[in-house]
């Protein structure tokens, strides 16, 4: 599996972050294997699929949160977490602060 399809996955994702993102899913989209995308994935860009889909959509939700002031309850939602709690650990893991200090 060469970068090219590896950089198909990466932007298929970052194209639906909003939706529920699956292995098999994004695996069907750019044509090879569940375990082909993630052994390669890793390879090319240093992280697992799902890393990479947390990643970006922690990004999304620092930035609204930042730019737009959006309630924690919503940028929670944003980055796909039901609760609050993990949410808010899994920011602070990310950015070194509470999702409340990013906030306008």
Do not use: W
Not at 1 to 11: G, K, N, Q, T, V
Not at 29 to 54: N, P, W, Y
């Amino acid at each position: 599996m060469s970068l090219r399809y590896c950089e198909r996955a990466r932007d298929f994702v970052i194209g639906n972050l909003d939706r529920e993102l699956t292995i098999g899913l994004i695996a069907r989209e750019v044509g090879c294997s569940a375990s082909t995308l993630q052994r390669h994935f890793k390879t090319h860009f240093g992280m697992t699929v799902f890393d990479f889909i947390r990643q970006k959509r922690l990004e999304a939700a620092r930035t609204a949160l930042a730019d737009d002031g959006i309630p924690i309850s919503h940028a929670a939602h944003l980055a796909g977490y039901n609760n609050i709690s993990s949410f808010t650990t899994a920011f602070r893991r990310a950015y070194g602060v509470t999702p409340k200090q990013v906030r306008v």
